[in-house]
Protein backbone atom coordinates (compact mmCIF):
# COMPACT_ATOMS: atom_id res chain seq x y z
CA UNK A 1 0.00 0.00 0.00
CA UNK A 2 0.97 3.29 -0.88
CA UNK A 3 0.41 6.11 1.91
CA UNK A 4 0.40 10.15 1.58
CA UNK A 5 0.77 11.87 4.51
CA UNK A 6 -1.30 14.76 5.53
CA UNK A 7 0.42 17.94 7.30
CA UNK A 8 -1.51 17.52 10.86
CA UNK A 9 -0.04 13.69 10.19
CA UNK A 10 3.63 14.55 9.53
CA UNK A 11 3.35 17.34 12.81
CA UNK A 12 2.30 14.74 14.87
CA UNK A 13 5.41 12.62 13.33
CA UNK A 14 7.45 15.66 14.38
CA UNK A 15 5.91 16.38 17.83
CA UNK A 16 6.97 12.31 18.55
CA UNK A 17 3.19 11.33 18.27
CA UNK A 18 3.77 7.65 19.62
CA UNK A 19 0.75 6.32 18.16
CA UNK A 20 1.49 7.61 14.90
CA UNK A 21 5.22 7.01 15.02
CA UNK A 22 4.02 3.31 15.92
CA UNK A 23 1.84 3.08 12.87
CA UNK A 24 3.96 4.43 10.68
CA UNK A 25 6.99 1.75 11.18
CA UNK A 26 4.40 -1.14 11.23
CA UNK A 27 3.22 0.17 7.76
CA UNK A 28 7.16 0.35 6.72
CA UNK A 29 7.90 -3.16 8.42
CA UNK A 30 4.79 -4.78 6.08
CA UNK A 31 6.26 -3.17 2.90
CA UNK A 32 3.64 -0.17 2.87
CA UNK A 33 5.36 3.09 1.31
CA UNK A 34 5.16 6.72 2.65
CA UNK A 35 5.55 9.67 1.07
CA UNK A 36 4.91 13.30 1.88
CA UNK A 37 3.03 15.71 -0.70
CA UNK A 38 4.28 18.50 -1.73
CA UNK A 39 1.46 20.92 -0.39
CA UNK A 40 2.08 19.54 3.17
CA UNK A 41 5.86 20.12 2.24
CA UNK A 42 5.52 24.05 2.01
CA UNK A 43 2.75 24.06 4.87
CA UNK A 44 5.52 22.70 7.11
CA UNK A 45 8.31 24.76 5.85
CA UNK A 46 7.14 27.87 5.48
CA UNK A 47 5.80 27.46 9.38
CA UNK A 48 9.46 26.14 10.57
CA UNK A 49 11.15 29.01 8.59
CA UNK A 50 8.72 31.42 10.19
CA UNK A 51 9.47 30.48 13.31
CA UNK A 52 13.60 30.00 12.74
CA UNK A 53 12.97 26.44 14.18
CA UNK A 54 15.94 25.34 13.30
CA UNK A 55 16.30 22.11 15.14
CA UNK A 56 12.54 21.38 13.92
CA UNK A 57 13.68 22.41 10.22
CA UNK A 58 16.64 19.69 10.85
CA UNK A 59 14.39 17.06 11.36
CA UNK A 60 11.95 17.86 8.85
CA UNK A 61 14.54 17.45 6.15
CA UNK A 62 15.98 14.22 7.70
CA UNK A 63 11.56 13.17 7.68
CA UNK A 64 11.62 14.21 3.85
CA UNK A 65 14.56 11.60 3.07
CA UNK A 66 12.63 8.87 4.79
CA UNK A 67 9.46 9.94 3.23
CA UNK A 68 9.99 11.02 -0.39
CA UNK A 69 8.29 13.80 -1.96
CA UNK A 70 5.17 13.34 -4.12
CA UNK A 71 4.98 16.90 -6.27
CA UNK A 72 2.22 18.28 -8.70
CA UNK A 73 3.55 16.72 -11.10
CA UNK A 74 1.49 16.25 -13.92
CA UNK A 75 -1.86 17.76 -15.96
CA UNK A 76 -4.29 15.22 -14.32
CA UNK A 77 -3.57 16.14 -10.56
CA UNK A 78 -4.90 19.11 -12.02
CA UNK A 79 -7.74 18.09 -13.40
CA UNK A 80 -8.46 15.85 -10.85
CA UNK A 81 -8.53 18.86 -8.58
CA UNK A 82 -10.63 20.86 -10.74
CA UNK A 83 -13.30 18.08 -10.73
CA UNK A 84 -13.32 17.50 -6.65
CA UNK A 85 -13.69 21.26 -6.50
CA UNK A 86 -16.63 21.40 -8.85
CA UNK A 87 -18.14 18.21 -7.20
CA UNK A 88 -17.84 19.74 -3.92
CA UNK A 89 -19.44 23.00 -4.89
CA UNK A 90 -22.78 21.11 -6.42
CA UNK A 91 -22.97 19.76 -2.87
CA UNK A 92 -22.80 22.86 -1.24
CA UNK A 93 -19.43 21.86 0.53
CA UNK A 94 -16.33 24.48 1.29
CA UNK A 95 -13.05 23.34 1.21
CA UNK A 96 -9.53 24.69 1.19
CA UNK A 97 -7.74 24.74 -2.37
CA UNK A 98 -4.47 22.62 -0.39
CA UNK A 99 -7.03 20.13 0.85
CA UNK A 100 -8.17 19.79 -2.78
CA UNK A 101 -4.72 19.62 -4.47
CA UNK A 102 -3.97 17.04 -1.40
CA UNK A 103 -6.92 14.80 -2.27
CA UNK A 104 -6.16 15.38 -5.87
CA UNK A 105 -2.71 14.14 -5.40
CA UNK A 106 -3.84 11.01 -3.25
CA UNK A 107 -6.42 10.35 -5.55
CA UNK A 108 -4.27 10.11 -9.29
CA UNK A 109 -1.06 7.94 -7.39
CA UNK A 110 -3.62 5.92 -5.87
CA UNK A 111 -2.60 6.25 -2.28
CA UNK A 112 -4.35 5.99 0.81
CA UNK A 113 -4.42 9.49 2.13
CA UNK A 114 -3.41 9.70 5.93
CA UNK A 115 -5.48 12.27 7.68
CA UNK A 116 -6.22 13.30 11.15
CA UNK A 117 -9.41 15.86 9.40
CA UNK A 118 -10.61 13.18 7.78
CA UNK A 119 -14.37 15.05 7.82
CA UNK A 120 -12.62 17.55 5.55
CA UNK A 121 -12.31 14.60 2.74
CA UNK A 122 -15.59 12.32 3.43
CA UNK A 123 -17.15 14.18 0.52
CA UNK A 124 -14.63 13.05 -1.80
CA UNK A 125 -15.85 10.42 -4.32
CA UNK A 126 -13.40 7.36 -3.81
CA UNK A 127 -10.63 9.03 -1.99
CA UNK A 128 -8.89 6.54 0.24
CA UNK A 129 -8.71 8.22 3.92
CA UNK A 130 -7.22 6.92 7.24
CA UNK A 131 -6.68 8.27 10.50
CA UNK A 132 -3.67 7.42 12.34
CA UNK A 133 -4.06 9.86 15.27
CA UNK A 134 -8.35 8.58 16.32
Do not use: P
Amino acid sequence: MKYLLDTNIITAIMKQNEKVKKRAQQAILTGDDIFINGISYYEIKRGLLYKDAKKQLGFFIELCKRYKLVLLNSQSVFDRAANIYTELRHKGKDIHDADILIASIADTGNFTLVSNNVTHFNDIQDLKVEDWLS
